[in-house]
């Protein structure tokens, strides 16, 4: 009985590892790739703020620091030279206004994170037949 109880607690520290080992890969491929993608969709124009770089430069993104919790923030922070918080812009440019057209290039980037629960069970799926899941 004892050899069956360490049979079934090795196995299931390897089965939480191999999830846990999942989430933690496709969560930090899905924040960099809308990372990226939110960073390839803001807009240059004219205005100085955009000219410059200035929103583009204001996107960072950070890893969570809180416990039982593991993900990543993506935010806009700082002000353009007039004093209007970057975060303010980029929702007058994703959302648009009375005079701006959405571009959407937030929602669009957030937009491809559907499914992301179905590719964490793929992963884990796939680790769990390297394990030579019995």
Not at 15 to 27: C, F, M, N, R
Not at 82 to 97: F, H, R, S, V
Request: proline share 2%; net charge positive; glycine share 10%.
């Amino acid at each position: 009985m004892e050899s069956m109880d360490i049979y079934i607690k090795e196995r299931l520290s390897h089965v939480t590892q191999a999830a846990l080992e999942a989430y933690h890969e496709v969560i930090d491929k899905e924040a960099k790739k809308c990372y990226e993608n939110i960073q390839d969709g803001i807009p240059v124009g004219s205005r100085k703020d955009l000219a410059h770089g200035g929103l583009k430069k204001s996107l960072k993104i950070e890893k969570v620091n809180e416990p039982g919790i593991y993900g990543y923030q993506i935010y806009f922070e700082g002000v353009n030279e007039e004093g209007i918080e970057y975060k303010t812009i980029a929702g007058w440019l994703n959302k648009g206004t009375s005079k701006i057209e959405p571009i959407r290039f937030v929602d669009k980037s957030v937009r491809k994170l559907k499914g992301l629960d179905k590719r964490i069970a793929k992963k884990f799926l796939m680790k769990i037949e390297q394990l030579g899941g019995d």
